[in-house]
């Protein structure tokens, strides 16, 4: 009897990890945004560069490098936040409010409300080690799927320095050479993420709160080629880098 009890357990456990986790989706799912750009002469006029989530009912959190392009002034090209889903999302206009290019993040602010139905994302205050089952969900390929977010789930595989190799030694900046000197950590994961997932939030399956922001994906030879064959190594900042940002505000 107590052997076909535990055999049970067994069974159940992963599917009441899987009913959560559909949960934890539908909860998330409102707060993520696509981050991009709007030039009302280009065709297309809009752009999808990343993901954001939203963490203040006026605050929205990327990577840095979703944000850092220059803009083509003279069209007018202005820096936007797509929020909704399907073929005709709200375009909001936001402003820089901080910067941590070291450690690729930003913070984003606008000036409208949002409704009470978006709930802003709960972020973490501890570190997270190997084992800990996670999700993401953000906008892979950018405008190649729509804007629908999507969801991708595994383990943090690693916690480990990240380290951006220079093809040269002219590529070896002072800033380059301190990071060599002294990296931080990040988390791997063993859940292959897209060029469009930068900025995503990465979140525990069961809970939803966010732990760490997706920051790159090492691809083989191009961005095209992520689409057929991804190197499936993801990494994500973790978010006491963030709340350390966040106190600069």
């Known amino acids: 009897m107590i052997k076909l009890v535990l055999i049970c357990f067994l069974y159940l456990v992963p599917f009441y990890s899987l009913a959560n986790l559909v949960d934890t989706i539908q909860s998330i799912k409102p707060a993520i945004v696509g981050i991009g750009t709007y030039n009302a002469l280009n065709s297309p006029r809009a752009q999808l560069k990343g993901t954001g989530f939203i963490i203040h009912h006026n605050l929205i959190v990327t990577n840095y490098h979703v944000v850092s392009d220059p803009l083509n002034e003279i069209e007018k090209e202005r820096r936007v936040i797509f929020l909704g889903q399907g073929n005709q999302p709200k375009v909001i206009n936001f402003t820089i409010a901080a910067t941590d290019p070291t450690h690729d993040l930003a913070i984003l602010k606008i000036e409208v409300s949002l409704t009470p139905q978006i709930k802003p994302l709960n972020l973490s205050t501890k570190a997270h080690k190997e084992g800990t089952e996670i999700a993401f969900t953000g906008y892979p390929l950018g405008a190649v799927l729509g804007l629908y977010p999507v969801t991708h789930r595994g383990i943090i595989s690693a916690v480990t320095p990240v380290v951006t190799p220079a093809e040269n030694s002219s590529q070896l900046s002072i800033a380059a050479l301190s990071r060599l000197k002294n990296p931080f950590?990040?988390?791997?994961?063993?859940?292959?993420?897209?060029?469009?997932?930068?900025?995503?939030?990465v979140y525990l399956q069961e809970t939803g709160e966010v732990i760490a922001i997706l920051n790159k994906v090492f691809v083989k030879e191009s961005k095209e080629s992520a689409l057929t064959d991804p190197s499936g190594i993801t990494y994500a900042i973790p978010v006491e880098y963030l709340n350390s940002l966040l106190k600069t505000l």
């Open 185 to 201: 950590l990040t988390y791997q994961l063993d859940a292959t993420a897209y060029p469009g997932n930068s900025g995503s939030p």
